[in-house]
């Protein structure tokens, strides 16, 4: 992988993971169009470990949020909204690695996924609950199951936490803002597995000088962009709604197929 390569994976990590349009989607038709090895061990770390500067991105534009220890309540709801995704991802994280190697998974799921969108604001009318505090324990646990929907590549994991919040009556606005700090512990968890995944199976690829160069330009890059992409998303959000997301999908989806039937993409 070159620095030029590296920049270009984490524009689109950084641009994708906040979106209702799947990351991990993106990502894999990046990596596909680049022509980069899929069994290379660094790349599939790269792509994961640069989730670290996005989520970071998150914690900086909130850390009013994150930093008031006053209000315990703010992370417990986290950790119970988090504790699906830990527990289905750890018992099916086989059946997903072999998911991610599949472009027709990913654009099948960006077309459907496309489709409901362009409904969802329809769907979810009166949202009731406009601030966290107003996020019961139980409502959050409900949003952590939705979220683990995500873990099929294509469907996003920022559209499944939103609109798991708002079928549990959550402003378009809170739903984003709470699918946002409820990817901090999802994420880090996720590439702190990856890292010590790949320390224990091929320690040299982290003690490889230009591969923690390449980590560290690929976080500052995914850092960068994930900010500008959050203050887009939630102003566009409140505005406008979903239904310029979902077309983006299901073109983009239209456009995947095409790639894969004509051998382009394999």
Not at 7 to 30: D, N, Q
Not at 76 to 87: D, N, W
Not at 115 to 123: E, G, P, Y
Not at 166 to 173: D, E, F, G, P, V
């Amino acid at each position: 992988m070159s620095t030029v390569e590296s920049i270009i994976i984490a524009i689109v990590e950084g641009l994708t993971e906040f979106l209702p349009i799947s990351s991990t989607g993106h990502m894999i038709i990046a990596e596909r169009l680049l022509r980069l090895p899929k069994e290379d061990t660094f790349i599939q770390l790269f792509t994961v470990a640069i989730q670290l500067g996005a989520i970071l991105s998150v914690v900086v534009l909130y850390w009013r949020k994150f930093f008031d220890f006053s209000k315990w309540q703010f992370y417990l709801k986290l950790v119970v909204a988090v504790l699906p995704a830990l527990a289905i991802g750890f018992v099916l994280s086989d059946k997903i690695d072999e998911l991610l190697d599949s472009p027709l998974t990913v654009a099948i799921t960006m077309l459907l996924g496309g489709i409901v969108l362009l409904f969802i604001d329809r769907a979810f009318k009166n949202p009731v609950v406009e601030h966290e505090k107003d996020i019961t324990y139980t409502k959050a646990l409900v949003i952590g199951l939705w979220q683990c929907v995500a873990m099929v590549p294509g469907v996003s994991r920022s559209a499944a936490s939103i609109i798991g919040g708002m079928q549990q009556s959550l402003t378009r606005k809170l739903a984003a803002e709470f699918s946002f700090f409820l990817a901090v512990p999802t994420m880090a968890a996720a590439t702190g597995y990856k890292l010590l995944k790949t320390y224990k199976e091929h320690p040299e690829v982290l003690s490889n000088t230009q591969n923690l160069g390449m980590l560290a330009i690929g976080n500052v890059v995914a850092f960068v962009v994930a900010m500008l992409a959050i203050k887009f998303f939630i102003g566009y959000l409140q505005k406008y709604g979903f239904k310029l997301f979902g077309w983006y999908r299901i073109i983009g989806g239209a456009i995947l197929l095409a790639m894969i039937s004509s051998g382009y993409i394999s």
